[in-house]
């Protein structure tokens, strides 16, 4: 019987292996995300021209409209494409977001508080909380962007060890948190600035006066964060821990030192920066009268107070920032905080080129109306097909995951998707607030098994200190639990949501209307 076993073992192993190989290949052969976008942005054109001479149409269900491909494989086309290409560009909903989110972060990085503080909060813990901490940290560093890859996945893996568990074990509890928790968060990031733009461009193809405010996720985020956190704590100690038994490699285990008084001086500065700045937040929003609510109507929603949240954002992130830099002596002079802001701005090179050619196609797609006759249309089928909401959202959950293992950048995929699935979902009557919740559910849950996440070669990189064997297929391997639990688990609560008819953020209902 256990010799059964282990033949089946080895055989589920071998099919594995095989899978992943296939993954494997198929990544490697897309093309760069910038270029992949340049070349749809080109096929779009192309299309356009051909469905506007096949003369396919659709009808819209609001006001009756008929609507037909415009087509910008001609002079009038190329006439658009030419004098529109730069404010395309510079008014791309998502980028102004994130360059001013990341002038406040940038702050806050170079300064030390935000490594600092993660490292207090691992610290701190209880030993038999610890797994639970560095998964739950790994979620909130995501408010920092690539923070957790680059400080607590190493850390996750050096706090193992010192404790006289598998390192392996330890890196993937973080990297669990980091990016399979990527969207569930008890405060807001980057991100959430990002794709509320792309989700709100979307959104203007049925309503040209739709907004969606950066916290409209915020309530089912914070909710999630503690289930992620617990299910990624119990894939590490039921499953991953157990498969990698005992360490036994040379690995010596480093001291982790406790903060100093400079860094105890800079978080008591920021603590207090950060005390003064939440009194004038609570003094502005929660009195009826209120300055940084709705002048018109007292109202939180479309006030300032959300309409501001990346601007509240950069201010609390530079002023806690600079708090710290000069009670920790990291900031010596005005010219440090600029720097911490010019580097976090070169960190966007990438990002940049890939938002032109983004903002390109999303124009082009926009233009052309192929969107909104393939939005049309598909809702068409949606409703001919019988599907449920719930069946609905299950198979929008898969999708995004399957997508993301082929194309690893959020924002990416969702500037792709968002113009198709945004529109189809509204005219079913469901608002784009939960189309991008249920995105950020499939997004998040296979990004720890995807080869093209961006930061996949690191955390390769992290495993080879303790296994010079590591590769591709052992962050698979090991992190595919996590991926599968994360599903199950983020999918019911998703469902489950949705049946209560809770709101998904501030102003944010499930349903169009409601």
């Known amino acids: 019987m256990p010799e059964a076993k282990e033949k089946t073992s080895r055989k589920n192993g071998k099919l594995i292996a095989r899978g992943l190989a296939v993954v494997e290949r198929v990544g490697n052969a897309l093309p760069h995300p910038a270029v992949l976008f340049a ?10 021209g051909i469905f506007s001479w096949i003369g396919i149409s659709a009808q819209h269900p609001g006001t009756g409209e008929t609507i037909v491909p415009l087509s910008l494989l001609s002079v009038d086309g190329l006439h ?15 980028l102004g977001t994130v360059l001013v989110s990341m002038l406040g972060i940038g702050i806050a990085e170079r300064s030390g508080l935000i490594t600092t503080a993660l490292r207090l909060f691992v610290l ?5 909380f610890l797994t639970f901490v560095i998964v739950f940290a790994g979620i909130l560093s995501n408010t920092a962007s690539e923070v957790g890859y680059v400080l607590l996945v190493p850390l ?3 706090i193992f060890l010192a404790v006289g568990r598998h390192p392996i074990a330890g890196i993937a509890a973080a990297f669990a948190g980091v990016s399979g928790g990527y969207s ?14 792309l989700t709100e461009e979307a959104a203007r193809i049925i309503d040209p006066a739709y907004t969606v405010n950066p916290a409209c996720n915020y309530y089912f985020l914070v909710a999630s964060t503690f ?16 498969r990698l038994g005992k360490y036994t490699g040379e690995e010596v285990p480093e001291k982790l030192e406790a903060l100093s008084g400079d860094e105890k001086r800079g978080l008591l500065y920021a603590s207090m920066a950060g005390a003064v700045f939440t009194a004038l937040l609570l003094w502005g929003t929660i009195p009826a009268d209120g300055f940084l609510r709705n002048p018109e109507t007292g109202s939180l929603l479309r006030s300032p107070f959300l309409s501001g949240i990346v601007a509240l954002l950069f201010i609390s992130s530079a002023v806690m920032g600079i708090a710290y830099g000069y009670g920790a002596r990291t900031f010596r002079k005005d010219s440090d905080v600029i720097e911490g802001m010019s580097k976090s701005m070169q960190t966007l090179g990438l990002y940049i080129v890939l938002v032109f050619f983004a903002a390109q196609f999303v124009a082009y797609f926009k233009w052309s109306n192929i969107g909104l006759i393939f939005a049309i249309n598909g809702a068409e089928v949606l409703k001919a097909s019988g599907l ?3 069946p609905l959202m299950i198979a929008f959950v898969f999708i995004s995951a399957l997508v993301n293992l082929a194309m690893g950048s959020a924002s990416a995929k969702w500037a792709i998707m968002a113009p198709v699935f945004v529109p189809m979902f509204m005219l079913l009557g469901y608002s784009p607030e939960l189309v991008q919740g249920t995105y950020r559910v499939g997004d998040s849950i296979t990004n720890v098994i995807s080869p093209l996440m ?6 390769v990189a992290f495993l080879k200190r303790y296994d010079d064997k590591a590769g591709i297929g052992t962050v698979v391997a090991t992190m595919l639990p996590y991926s599968v639990a994360f599903f199950f688990v983020w999918t019911l609560l998703l469902i489950a949501w949705f049946l209560l008819g809770l709101p998904m953020g501030p102003g944010s209902p499930l349903m169009l209307g409601s």
């Open 80 to 94: 658009r494409i030419l004098t529109e290409m730069i404010t395309n560009f510079t008014g791309f909903a998502p």
């Open 39 to 48: 070349s749809m942005a080109g096929l779009v054109v192309v299309a356009s």
């Open 124 to 128: 701190s813990a209880p030993r038999s």
């Open 184 to 197: 569930a968060n008890l405060l807001l990031g980057t991100i959430d600035p990002l794709l509320a733009g």
């Open 156 to 158: 996750g893996g050096m």
């Open 454 to 459: 961006s930061y996949f070669p690191l955390v």
């Open 388 to 390: 449920g909401s719930i």
């Open 227 to 242: 289930f992620i956190a617990t299910v990624g704590t119990w894939v590490t100690e039921r499953i991953v821990i157990p």
